[in-house]
């Protein structure tokens, strides 16, 4: 099954916007202005990157692309998978941390289809690769599954779900 994710764009247009704020001022010195110029160009290649991961019979492969271009390849095996983490990112989001024997760990937020951290629980299962659940994962899909069996006769109303 092959998963995607962009890249956190809000945030890069922010900074490259206050970049392009920046660059109007006027410039003492050339060497901060070439700086500007370099961080104007790889927040932009930022905003246009975006990341696969595929995983197949065997092992897992992660793809940063800029455009269509592959910029980074990793392929693990699953005997090199020492863990998987699942944990909150942020107010209402889950995400994953596969870590490696050997490299770099891979951070998996955001990926569509959303069914990416059910299938790395099945494949953990399967593979029986060790899993870390945080609190903070816990408290959130315990409070999703207790708000979802919320019935509006026992005391909820639709507009208040709290």
Do not use: C
Request: glycine residues 4%; aromatic residues 12%; charged residues 20%.
């Amino acid at each position: 099954m092959t998963y995607k994710a962009k890249s956190q764009s809000q945030y890069l247009m922010f900074l490259l916007a206050w970049i392009v704020l920046s660059l109007s001022t006027p410039v003492t010195s050339y060497v901060i202005f070439s700086i500007k110029i370099l961080f104007l160009i790889f927040i932009f290649l930022a905003i246009l990157m975006h990341y696969k991961l595929r995983i197949e019979d065997g092992q897992i492969t992660y793809q940063i692309m800029l455009f269509s271009i592959p910029v980074f390849t990793k392929v693990i095996p699953f005997n090199e998978i020492v863990q998987i983490k699942f944990k909150r990112e942020g107010w209402l989001r889950t995400g994953a941390q596969i870590k490696v024997a050997k490299g770099f760990n891979i951070r998996l937020i955001q990926f569509e289809p959303e069914t990416i951290l059910i299938d790395l629980l099945g494949l953990a299962r399967k593979y029986k690769i060790p899993i870390l659940r945080t609190e903070g994962f816990n408290a959130l899909h315990r409070n999703k599954t207790d708000s979802k069996n919320i019935a509006p006769e026992s005391g909820a109303s639709e507009g208040n779900k709290f």
